[in-house]
């Protein structure tokens, strides 16, 4: 799980908290006396249920938004790092063959830029070093620079290389300092707990037959998988939503293909 709470961990802690808490209702229907479930009782709760779940929605509502807005960020971030990318191998390409081995970097350099951004090597850098240019990337970026023109092509094409070059590192960079997005724990702690209490108050007025708890375990998965949404959105690199990294990875083509 890392240091990050996985999306599947907070659905299946919401979902079982939810289900105790209706439980929990159900019990205390058995045994509180009758007096105790009025109707002046029944309206207390049902206000105080329903002022809470007005809450529930609005922070679902807010924190899906978010995530959502996040992931189509880092989304859009990826897709331009692509774009740099391959705009960066075809400017090189059309500057000579001299570039034969600045392009063989800039492909070695595509699996560590890779690692870094989708945590794929166990052994990766700490979050410290990410922002770090790596010995690949330094060596590729000073062959270019070093760059000597022969001719008005080339001195027009290596100002262009430069450019697209410092544009592939900054959206790097970007991505890194947007990283992931996680969710607050004590965020979600106070709206499971929210959660559990409507649960609780449904229950406590429901006739514990088969098909009222069959629809609590499906509002329960329901509710609880909104939950998941948000956690998995707000993680785009790591999840069962992640951006996918093929495209990165294969942008380019092999050196003589």
Request: a neutral charge; hydrophobic letters at 50%; charged letters at 10%.
């Amino acid at each position: 799980m890392g240091a990050i709470v996985t999306s599947g961990f907070i659905f299946l802690i919401s979902f079982v908290s939810i289900m105790v808490g209706a439980i929990l209702g159900l019990l205390l229907r058995t045994r509180l006396p009758e007096t105790h479930l009025g109707s002046e009782s029944k309206e207390v709760i049902r206000l105080g249920t329903g002022l809470i779940g007005t809450l529930a929605a609005l922070v679902i509502g807010l924190m899906i938004a978010s995530a959502k807005s996040s992931y189509d960020m880092q989304n859009t971030n990826v897709r331009q790092l692509t774009a740099n990318l391959i705009l960066t191998d075809q400017l090189l390409a059309q500057y000579g063959p001299e570039t034969r081995e600045i392009r063989g970097l800039l492909r070695g350099g595509v699996g560590t830029v890779a690692d870094r951004i989708w945590h794929k090597n166990a052994a990766a850098p700490p979050q410290s070093a990410t922002f770090s240019a790596s010995s690949i990337a330094e060596q590729f970026y000073g062959a270019i620079e070093a760059l000597s023109p022969g001719n008005d092509l080339q001195r027009s094409l290596k100002p262009r290389i430069v450019q697209a070059s410092a544009d592939f590192a900054r959206t790097r960079l970007l991505i890194f300092a947007s990283g992931d997005n996680p969710i607050l724990m004590p965020f979600l702690l106070i709206l499971i707990v929210w959660l559990t209490v409507i649960f609780a108050s449904f229950s406590l007025f429901a006739e514990p037959a088969v098909v009222v708890l069959t629809a609590m375990v499906i509002f329960a998965l329901s509710v609880s998988s909104s939950l998941f949404l948000i956690m998995d959105l707000s993680q785009p690199f790591a999840g069962v939503m992640q951006i996918s990294s093929e495209q990165f990875q294969h942008a380019l083509a092999p050196l003589g293909s």
